[in-house]
């Protein structure tokens, strides 16, 4: 079976930091790559940062760029997201999701595999 475990996300303050987890199982890692995806209530779905499995290319959205890192650890099937200098605006319910490297890396999704999502909330 697929498996995207999400976990990390909670309640910080603004200007504060969060490390996201995505432990993904069941199928082939290399021919994916891995992304966070976020929406906010009331909000379209965006695609926040992903990263290639095969070579590392990374995509940023503009909103997060400089504050955000996402990294993996192929060995354990395992992608990170580190969120620093968190604004109220990222408050959203953020998704792990393998997709295909031509849309993840383009910040867009198309039919892969998702986990449960994981809920950020940054509020003072």
């Known amino acids: 079976d697929v498996q995207l475990q999400a976990s990390g996300g909670g309640l910080v303050q603004p200007g504060g930091s969060l490390r996201l987890s995505c432990a993904a199982s069941g199928f082939t890692f290399d021919d994916y790559a891995l992304g966070w995806f976020r929406q906010a209530p009331g909000k379209e779905r965006e695609g926040v940062s992903c990263?290639?499995?095969?070579?590392?290319?990374?995509y940023y959205a503009n909103s997060v760029k400089g504050r955000f890192t996402i990294s993996s650890d192929n060995a354990k099937n395992t992608v990170y997201l580190q969120m620093n200098s968190l604004k109220p605006e990222d408050t959203a319910v953020y998704y792990c999701?393998?997709?295909?490297?031509?849309?993840?890396?383009?910040?867009?999704w198309g039919s892969g595999y998702w986990g449960q999502g994981t809920q950020v909330t940054v509020s003072s």
């Open positions: 999701a393998a997709e295909a490297p031509h849309l993840c890396l383009a910040g867009r």
């Open positions: 990263i290639s499995s095969s070579d590392g290319s990374t």
